[in-house]
């Protein structure tokens, strides 16, 4: 069972936007500005999209975007493609282990 | 561009040992934070051991604590992770990847990851 929790599945069409939510804890998420989100096709490495809650790593689209409130991180996706179709992971430092913990992911389906 | 190629995966039977490799070009992996990150079949990642660039210094997963070992050969800026005691829960992808830090600090992302290899633990 994945320390962080996210949604199994989001939908939306082209055009749209989602958010992809990841609730943690104050030991996690909530106590630590140091979240991380990953996009992952199937068969392929995961890629890095976003961290320290809100930075793009370099190369990745501005439609992408990060937020945090509390316990709970945030990815959004505006203006949805249908390469956007993929699994999303979030990943936060853990405080007292000092360690880093995923979610579970979340697989993002383009209608 | 930074690529790191992952080899060394297979089955093995369980209690088994199994060394895996993860080799970098145009990247000195001596000079940064190493780490493996696992992804078991169907389900979300793991974060498994890293090693520090500079001082060697190493962590663990308490899962993995005790039995598998993280170590790198800067002549061949080859990372390793050799892996006993195998059990059915340890079958997943693993992914070598770098947090491009010198030392390993659990609270950066990891920028760049290989393209995985797949360990499978059966009899």
């Known amino acids: 069972q994945s320390a962080l929790t996210q949604p199994a599945s989001v939908s939306g069409s082209p055009g749209q936007s989602i958010t992809i939510s990841c609730t943690g804890t104050?030991?996690?998420?909530?106590?630590?500005?140091?979240v991380s989100w990953y996009q992952q096709y199937p068969g392929k490495a995961p890629k890095l999209l976003i961290y320290?809650?809100?930075y793009l790593a370099s190369g990745v689209s501005s439609r992408f975007s990060g937020s945090k409130s509390g316990n709970t991180a945030s990815l959004t996706i505006s203006g949805l493609q249908a390469d956007d179709e993929a699994d999303y992971y979030c990943?936060?430092?853990?405080?007292?282990?000092?360690?880093?913990?995923f979610g579970g992911g979340t697989t993002l389906t383009v209608l | 561009e930074v690529q790191l190629l992952d080899s060394g995966g297979g089955l093995v039977q369980p209690g088994g040992s199994l060394r895996l490799s993860c080799e970098a070009s145009?990247?000195?992996?001596?000079?940064?934070?190493m780490s493996w990150v696992r992804q078991a079949p169907g389900k979300g990642l793991e974060w498994v051991s890293s090693?520090?660039?500079?001082?060697?210094?190493?962590a663990y997963a308490d899962s993995v604590k005790g039995r598998f070992t993280v170590s790198r050969d800067t002549s061949k800026n080859t990372l390793y992770l050799q892996m006993s005691s195998l059990r059915s829960d340890d079958t997943a992808v693993y992914y070598c990847?770098?947090?491009?830090?010198?030392?390993?600090?659990?609270?950066?992302?990891?920028?760049?990851w290989g393209q995985g290899t797949l360990v499978a633990v059966s009899s």
């Open positions: 990847a770098t947090v491009l830090r010198k030392d390993w600090e659990p609270w950066a992302p990891f920028h760049y």
């Open positions: 145009e990247f000195t992996l001596s000079t940064f934070a």
């Open positions: 090693i520090s660039g500079l001082t060697g210094k190493t």
């Open positions: 104050s030991v996690d998420v909530g106590g630590y500005n140091f």
């Open positions: 320290d809650i809100t």
């Open positions: 990943s936060s430092y853990v405080g007292i282990t000092s360690s880093v913990t």
